[in-house]
């Protein structure tokens, strides 16, 4: 008789062989779903720490406000023009009327130019005054804006104040006590035996005060207040005798600023690279030279205009010393009522270029929220050239 030996082992094999035949074939059984970690774990099952996600690289962002200004050139038909080439017009925004007023300023000597009152809606200049209703001659003269009486104002040569109420002048003061001076007419040199006679300064509206302020060609500072001409600081006190500086009101600070000019030195004249600030010191006006530690070159004949938008002052143009590399300054400087930055802003020149000119004029014209620039001129070797042309300064919507 034969025995045989159990294979334990085969036996298990073969019932778990059965059982697995038993199962529906059809229906797969379910898997428990596991929830996975949101940080990595270890080999121990752990969780560890995640390394924090750098920040994307975020542009560097742009240059201040006044970056986003560019220059646009107004379209106007020249046969209808009632401008004509001018340096040194007399320009004020005439905010009661919503309008540029400009008193046409001189042009080369030995051409016949009468002064005429120009107006400008925006789109197009138009004679406001003739002539005979002008009451200025060529030279030297200044206009601003009264705040009291809300009108344009302007000082003739003769020491006259005449006010325009958006359509005629009318005389305010005679003139015969006292008014600032504006009689000397500075010459600036052209090309040649070409030169040029250019006007006053012109005067800034200080809001603080509620008064139009203006230095004259002596140096002295001078008010108006609707009345009568003040003098509030005398020459010696102050940023001292120049012409063709300029000026402007800031309002944040609530302070006007001066910038530049020409001085008549012993031998000759030279310009100005000087800063000035006018504020209220326990109920006295004070001048005081601010410090900066970079500005503008020396210059005269530019214009300093507040624009709103950026809330800086803007210079504009300017004619710097002539040894110069740069006759005619291009760039355009801002002033936050404390320092000084030269923007990428060149101020167009001869022929469409960035060569910058002197002896314009320009205003900021609130109704339009733009700048306005008019006319001045520019020298190169080969020749003297007078613009009239009209400017826009805009700003790039963001």
């Known amino acids: 008789m034969k025995t045989y030996r159990t294979n334990w082992l085969t036996v298990l094999i073969a019932l778990s062989l059965a059982v697995g035949c038993a199962s529906s074939p059809d229906r797969e059984a379910p898997q428990e779903q596991r929830e996975l970690p949101q940080q990595p774990v270890d080999y121990r099952g752990a969780q560890m720490d995640q390394p924090e996600a750098e920040d994307p690289e975020e542009p560097e962002p742009e240059d201040e406000s006044w970056m986003g200004l560019r220059w646009e050139k107004l379209a106007t038909d020249d046969e209808d023009s009632a401008v004509h080439p001018m340096q040194a017009p007399a320009m004020v925004y005439d905010a009661a009327n ?54 344009v104002v ?114 000759d004249a030279h310009r100005l690279s000087d800063t000035w600030l006018l504020e209220e010191d326990d109920g006295d006006d004070r001048w005081t030279k601010l410090v900066v530690d970079d500005g503008p070159p020396p210059l005269a004949g530019h214009t300093l205009v507040y624009d709103p938008r950026v809330e800086h ?58 700048l306005v620039l008019f006319g001045g001129m520019a020298a190169d070797d080969r020749r003297l050239t007078l613009f009239w042309d009209t400017l826009l300064v805009e700003q790039r919507a963001e």
């Open 154 to 267: 302007m000082l003739n040569r003769e020491g006259q104040t005449w006010g325009w109420d958006g359509d005629q002048w009318e005389k305010l003061d005679d003139g015969e006590e006292s008014s600032p001076s504006f009689e000397s007419v500075p010459t600036v040199e052209g090309v040649g035996d070409e030169a040029l006679s250019v006007s006053g300064t012109v005067p800034v509206v200080d809001e603080a005060g509620e008064r139009l302020v203006v230095v004259d060609d002596d140096g002295a500072s001078w008010a108006f207040d609707g009345e009568r001409w003040d003098k509030i600081i005398d020459a010696d006190d102050g940023p001292g005798a120049r012409v063709g500086h300029a000026m402007a009101y800031h309002p944040e600070h609530q302070r006007v600023v001066l910038y530049g000019g020409i001085r008549q030195g012993d031998d």
């Open 98 to 151: 919503e309008q540029v007023v400009m008193v046409a300023g001189g042009v080369l000597q030995g051409s016949s130019s009468d002064p005429q009152t120009l107006v400008f809606d925006g789109s197009t200049w138009s004679v406001g005054a003739d002539a005979d209703d002008t009451p200025v001659e060529a030279g030297a003269r200044t206009i601003g804006v009264d705040p009291g009486l809300d009108r």
């Open 313 to 370: 002052s803007l210079l504009i143009g300017g004619n710097a010393e002539s040894e110069s590399d740069e006759p005619h300054a291009p760039a355009v400087w801002a002033f936050d009522g404390e320092q000084w930055t030269e923007t990428d802003l060149a101020t167009p020149g001869v022929d469409g270029t960035d060569g910058g000119r002197t002896w314009h004029g320009a205003v900021f014209d609130e109704a339009r929220d733009q």
